[in-house]
């Protein structure tokens, strides 16, 4: 038998609420006596580069917000083109009913890829905080953690939304048009 077989011996190590499978060798470098002189500084670097992973993944996040916002608004924009600005006054094509339902079908797909993209980075972000929080207990003090504790004793926590919570509401308001759009062009064309 390999003598690695020792090394794949599963254990569990807690991670927030949730105990999560690691192999023997990896338990062994979370603690300072197994790792070295070393294990303080380069627990630290660590910390720096998770956060400021974190940071780009929420600047992501803020960039694809943006970029939705734009094509969704240019498509709105190009409606208003087609239609000598006047939607109600239109002349009756066939080319208008295919761009208007073209269009509206488009709009609400990406308002649908833009809403799990943004349950995505939710779910990103959430998992780094987990591990952020995991590595600050190993530090002089835990930021992230209290900062959440004052957050939740604060009265008006009641009412705090995350950003996440409002970034999810865009797409679904941003929706709307699409949605009016498609029912007012299938009920005229139709």
């Not at 627990?43 to 940071?55: G, P, R, S, T, V």
Request: aromatic content about 12%.
């Amino acid at each position: 038998m390999n003598d690695n077989n020792e090394d794949k011996t599963r254990l569990t190590e807690p991670i927030g609420d949730e105990k999560l499978p690691l192999t023997q060798s990896e338990s062994q470098i979370l603690t300072k006596q197994n790792y070295g002189d070393k294990f303080q500084e380069h627990l630290l670097e660590q910390y720096k580069l998770f956060i400021e992973m974190m940071d780009r993944n929420s600047s992501r996040r803020i960039q694809s917000n943006n970029f939705y916002i734009s094509i969704l608004s240019s498509l709105l924009a190009f409606i208003v083109l087609i239609t000598n600005k006047d939607i109600s006054q239109f002349k009756e094509t066939k080319f208008q009913a295919i761009a208007f339902i073209t269009v509206a079908i488009l709009g609400i797909i990406l308002c649908l890829v833009w809403y799990v993209g943004i349950q995505s980075h939710k779910t990103l972000n959430s998992s780094k905080f987990r591990v952020i929080n995991e590595l600050e207990r190993q530090l002089p003090y835990s930021c992230y953690e209290k900062e959440w504790a004052y957050l939740k004793k604060d009265k008006r926590y009641k009412t705090f939304l995350t950003s996440t919570s409002v970034d999810r509401i865009l797409p679904i308001v941003l929706c709307i048009p699409y949605l009016g759009l498609l029912v007012y062009s299938l009920l005229t064309f139709f």
